[in-house]
Nanobody, 114 residues
Framework: QVQLAESGGGLVQAGGSLRLSCAAS????????MGWYRQAPGKRRELVAG???????NYAGSVKGRFTISRDNAKNTVYLQMNDLKPEDTAVYYC????????WGQGTQVTVSS
């Protein structure tokens, strides 16, 4: 059983930046894919960015060029650097991991004020 713990959320003004962290209680090298998802009130959870164990990344069109996902296998941590934040980025951000078993974190709130 692996626990995922997100941190780094908060309140920021439009145009600002935040860096989210997803720390795993065990090795993340066993996960083929790790991703950041978000869910705004009344909306479905959506993929924001993901990365494979081999370093291939993918992004939602709405965040491409503004957000960057990275993983540090030595620290068992995945990051999401978010720049030029917009009010529509406001949501709870979740970290997910997929291998033989999938895991989700509890989420961290990101609020962007206009």
């Amino acid at each position: 059983q692996v626990q995922l713990a997100e941190s780094g959320g908060g309140l920021v003004q439009a145009g600002g930046s935040l860096r989210l962290s997803c720390a795993a209680s065990g090795s993340i090298t066993s996960f083929n894919y790790m991703g950041w998802y978000r869910q705004a009130p009344g909306k479905r959870r959506e993929l924001v960015a993901g990365t494979t164990n081999g370093g291939i990344t993918n992004y939602a069109g709405s965040v491409k060029g503004r957000f960057t996902i990275s993983r540090d296998n030595a620290k068992n941590t995945v990051y999401l650097q978010m720049n030029d934040l917009k009010p529509e980025d406001t949501a709870v951000y979740y970290c997910g991991a997929w291998g033989s078993v999938s895991y989700w974190g509890q989420g961290t709130q990101v609020t962007v004020s206009s």
